[in-house]
């Protein structure tokens, strides 16, 4: 068992250290008992380093492989058995930026909530994207998508965080399926939205009905 564990040692220091010490067996045994255990434990210090750098590497790629898993992790609208899809989601927070740009963290929610009650409700489309773009008689029902808001604005981190709520569950729309700044609004519209919904609440400017 010794003579095995003797010639393993030799093969190893031959294998690993031959490229800096540049000895083989034969001048390994030929070197005095002092050089000898100088080698060895330069031998030990490699195959100990060597050992820690795989754990680590090890370590490492468990935790790309952990963080690839949640990036991946599907995304439901709640209530729904509807995915979420990455490019969706990006649409929900240009939506939620346009409409609630000097807004709240609660205004971005809530404009959110809008988007996804509607996706919920039978009367309206059944994607985020097709509710967001919608038409009614050639009208848009969100006007960002119209004037331009919707392509040019920056999403904010409390934009990108509202949308991550909403989709996690968060919801103070008591069921609204519209909203409206009346001070930004037509006459028309805003008698529109008084005459023929329920109004819910008042919140920042926006108000709520269904």
């Known amino acids: 068992m010794k003579k095995r ?8 220091l031959t294998g690993i250290l031959c490229f800096s010490h540049r000895v083989n067996a034969r001048e390994f045994m030929q070197l005095s008992a002092g050089s000898r255990s100088q080698m060895e434990y330069l ?5 100990l ?4 750098n795989y754990l680590l590497q090890v370590k490492l790629l468990k935790k790309i492989d952990l963080e690839q898993i949640i990036r991946e992790r599907p995304v439901y609208i709640p209530k729904t058995m509807y995915e979420v899809t990455n490019r969706e989601q990006r649409i929900l927070e240009r939506i ?11 205004s971005k929610i809530l404009v959110a909530n809008v988007i996804l009650n509607r996706v919920r ?13 919608q038409r009614e008689n050639g009208q848009v029902q969100f006007s960002p998508t119209a004037d331009g808001r919707y392509d040019s604005v920056t999403i904010t981190k409390s934009t990108r965080q509202s949308v991550k709520r909403v989709l996690e569950g968060e919801d103070y729309s008591e069921g609204a399926l519209y909203f409206v700044e009346k001070t930004m609004a037509t006459p028309g519209n805003v008698s529109w939205f ?8 008042t919140y920042e400017g926006h108000s709520f009905y269904k």
């Open 121 to 133: 409700a039978k009367e309206f489309p059944n994607t985020i994207e097709a509710v967001v773009f």
């Open 96 to 106: 939620v930026e346009a409409e609630a740009t000097d807004k709240d963290l609660k």
């Open 43 to 47: 031998v030990q210090k490699k195959i």
């Open 5 to 12: 564990i003797k010639t393993a040692v030799v093969l190893c």
């Open 194 to 201: 008084e005459r023929s919904l329920t109004r819910l609440f």
């Open 49 to 52: 380093n060597e050992q820690r």
